[in-house]
């Protein structure tokens, strides 16, 4: 059986897929407590929202003065 997850919120692989990493690193920040925040849910699924996501790629913006 497949679950989909509600809309405004990404499992890990969609979520790697959004942010075009793989897996594997979302899986080292979050052990080094790193990148975006997520929840996790029944202490087993990891989902990130969206919003988190978009929020956290505008942190990492770099500007030159």
Do not use: C
């Amino acid at each position: 059986m497949v679950t989909q997850s509600h809309p405004s919120f990404l499992s890990e692989t969609e979520a790697a897929q959004y942010l075009s990493l793989s897996v594997k690193t979302l899986r080292r920040w979050r052990f080094a407590r790193r990148g975006p925040t997520y929840a996790k849910l029944n202490n087993k699924l990891i989902r990130y929202a969206k919003t988190d996501l978009d929020e956290w790629i505008n942190q990492q913006k770099v500007s030159y003065h």
